[in-house]
């Protein structure tokens, strides 16, 4: 069966600090990969997503960066953290090509100080 | 891209069936509708989707309007365990085949006992 890991769960950080997260899919090949934002009490905003190694398509301007570096690996990247970076972090993934549900994983709340 | 309408927030006595609504008036006839939930501190789950046609499954039935307008999404009988934020969701085809959610703010759900 596949799952999804995010790591860390929860991370706080100074402004102006680097920021890295990781997410890995496992018992699937080839998968669309996305990363989601969550500020306190709104809803899912999509930040990235990805259909392939390499391939990083950007859905807002903002402060973040992705990269697939391997096939079931993204991670999400800041050089510089801001005070408004803060939120939940989702990872999700769907098969390629699938017509319906993207699986996410438990997140990471990233608290800017 | 088209966007969806949900009230915020709605409560449900346990053991009555809960109808939650969406307006869609801007979806386009290849917009699949997706219903996503999310309980505190963790990733949306999967409910159900449809196209035009009603649509049922262990968790939930979903009831689509002939115009495809606005959905209700059907709990039969709400427990405890059912409260969360439910997301409606339009699921944007795009020309390269991968396929992007447009989250709202969705509905969340209180279950009284």
């Known amino acids: 069966s596949q799952t999804i890991h995010q790591w860390p769960a929860t991370l706080v950080q100074p402004v102006g600090s680097p920021l890295s997260l990781e997410c890995t899919v496992e018992?699937?090949?080839?998968?669309?990969l996305y990363w989601y934002r969550q500020a306190a009490g709104r809803g899912l905003q999509l930040l990235f997503y990805?259909?392939?190694?390499?391939?990083i398509s950007s859905e807002v301007p903002q402060n973040l960066s992705a990269s697939r570096p391997q096939d079931r690996q993204f991670i999400l990247s800041s050089k510089k953290l801001l005070l408004s970076d803060s939120g939940f972090y989702l990872c999700a993934w769907s098969p390629q090509g699938a017509r319906d549900e993207q699986y996410f994983g438990p997140g990471t709340r990233l608290t800017v100080t | 891209d088209a966007k969806t309408t949900q009230p915020n927030s709605m409560e449900s006595n346990e053991e009555e069936p809960v109808h939650l609504p969406c307006n869609h008036s801007t979806i386009s006839g290849t917009d699949y509708i997706h219903w996503y939930r999310q309980l505190p501190s963790q990733g949306p789950e999967y409910v159900i989707h449809g196209l035009t046609s009603n649509v049922n499954n262990r968790m939930a039935s979903l009831a689509i309007a002939e115009d495809r307008k606005s959905s209700t999404l059907i709990l039969h009988r709400a427990t405890l365990r059912d409260a969360a934020v439910y997301y409606c969701i339009l699921r944007d085809v795009r020309t390269s085949g991968t396929y992007k959610y447009i989250f709202g703010t969705g509905t969340r759900l209180k279950v009284l006992a």
């Open positions: 990805s259909v392939g190694i390499g391939q």
């Open positions: 018992g699937t090949s080839n998968p669309n």
